[in-house]
């Protein structure tokens, strides 16, 4: 197994929706009582509302979906935009799984990454950060419209690039990804912080 296959929010780059309301709300002329008010409503109306899987999937560009969350939060479009400005410039690269990625690479093993994510959020983290090159392959959910963990998202990812099943890794912060890649034949890696994922995944590429 040479083919390492990353996922991106949460396993390379911080994922975190709680921090990224807490930093919105921070933010907001309002008394405390009504940033929880703000914050309880964000969760619902933006974050765990189907809108957000659909711009994922790429049915639903951010212009729209912004415009959505604003009529659902009944507030200025201009807030759902730097919301979801936040959310991209909240998105920092996890030092230690780069440094993975570098070592892996330079064992000669081959990296591709696998990820939900709108384009446009995509399009700014590449514009925005410079180790793409590590890649020899990257499927976007927004660009194919199917996301994670839809069992065609994975085989498309291996039919693009010629990849067997049984010789990729797969890491992903999501159970029912992982799960969804296992039953393809592609051994998963529940990833949880970069060291014991390290270990996990150098004890499989030694076998």
């Keep these: 197994m040479r083919n390492v296959i ?21 933010d907001l ?19 765990a509302h189907p809108d957000w899987l659909e711009t994922d ?11 959505r969350f604003a009529q659902r939060m009944a507030c200025p479009v201009g807030e759902m935009q730097r919301l979801w400005d936040l959310c991209s410039a909240h998105m920092l690269p996890k030092a230690d799984t780069v440094a993975l990625m570098q070592e892996l690479s330079a064992q000669g093993a081959a990296l591709y990454c696998l990820s939900n ?9 590449r514009q925005n950060h410079d180790f793409w090159h590590l890649f020899q392959g990257i499927v976007i959910s927004g660009e194919i419209e199917l996301i994670k963990p839809d069992p065609a998202i994975y085989r498309h990812l291996l039919h693009r690039f010629e990849l067997a099943a049984d ?3 797969f890491l992903d912060d999501s159970a029912p990804n992982i799960d969804a890649a296992n039953a393809l034949g592609i051994h998963g890696i529940l ?3 970069a060291a014991s994922c390290r270990n996990e995944l150098f004890a499989l590429l030694n076998e």
């Design 6 to 26: 990353f996922d991106l929010g949460g396993v390379v780059f911080n994922w975190s929706s709680p921090q990224i309301i807490e930093t919105f709300v921070a």
């Design 29 to 47: 002329d309002v008394t405390p009582a009504e940033k929880q008010d703000v914050a309880r409503r964000l969760r619902a109306n933006v974050f």
């Design 57 to 67: 999937r790429g049915t639903l560009r951010a212009t729209d979906a912004v415009a």
């Design 117 to 125: 994510m709108p384009v446009e959020r995509f399009a700014w983290l």
């Design 167 to 169: 010789a990729c890794i």
């Design 191 to 193: 990833f949880q912080d």
